[in-house]
């Protein structure tokens, strides 16, 4: 409001015999609105079917049960030596492809024209000023 009346205030304080029409215009631009929707997308990845493991997990139970074993020296070593390939030989691990879905977020685009400002160009005594304001 301020500014309408300082504008109006110095269009009026300009001689009619120089002053010219002021000119307003409007100035727009352009925004881009963003709107979030989830899309679930699929890809196949390539697995090796490594068996270590379960040849891990065999090995350690195994050297545990020969540790056990009592009047038996190095148990463990040779309990874990075949707990390590029965487990690699019982692995249920094959190699292949593997389907994995993951959720991501898309956005859709819409683009909107909104007004900016507004600007007003007038001249007094050969001079031309101009004011930006907001309606």
């Not at 304080?13 to 000119?23: D, G, K, L, N, R």
């Not at 379960?54 to 049960?65: C, P, R």
């Amino acid at each position: 409001m301020k500014k309408t009346i300082l504008i109006l205030g110095l269009l009026s304080a300009c001689s009619p015999a120089v002053a010219q029409e002021p000119v307003i215009q409007d100035h727009y631009k352009e925004v881009i609105n963003q709107k979030p929707y989830h899309v679930e997308v699929c890809k196949d990845y390539t697995t090796s079917g490594d068996k270590s493991g379960d040849m891990l997990k065999g090995a350690i139970i195994g050297g545990i049960i020969g540790n056990n074993i009592k009047g038996e020296d190095n148990g463990g070593a040779i309990g874990a030596i075949l707990g390590g390939m029965l487990g690699h030989n019982n692995s249920n691990a094959t190699g292949g492809t593997q389907r994995r879905c993951t959720t991501e977020i898309r956005y859709n685009e819409e683009r909107q024209t909104i007004y900016s400002h507004s600007t007003i160009r007038f001249s007094t005594d050969g001079k031309y000023y101009t004011l930006k304001f907001q309606k």
